[in-house]
């Protein structure tokens, strides 16, 4: 029984979006490793952008960051 857990940003992601990346996914496990679709979970978990960090800031941090510099060009 496969489990497949896909993490990403909350922002703006539709239902329909995740929809297909959850019937992808499962295609492609089905494909390749010839998975049983009824048998495939994916979840897929949307974190805050305040909760989602690198390079030692939050990716609020970030976007904000380059849009300033966009701001600037």
């Known amino acids: 029984m496969p489990f497949v857990s896909v993490r990403i940003t909350r922002d703006g992601v ?38 989602w960090g690198y390079a030692g800031i939050t990716t609020t941090q970030y976007r904000k960051q380059l849009a300033e510099k966009e701001g600037k060009s």
């Open 14 to 51: 539709t239902s329909e979006q995740k929809a297909q990346v959850i019937a992808e996914i499962t295609e492609t496990l089905e494909r390749v490793l010839k998975k049983d679709p009824h048998l495939t979970h994916i979840v897929i978990e949307e974190v805050d952008t305040d909760n």
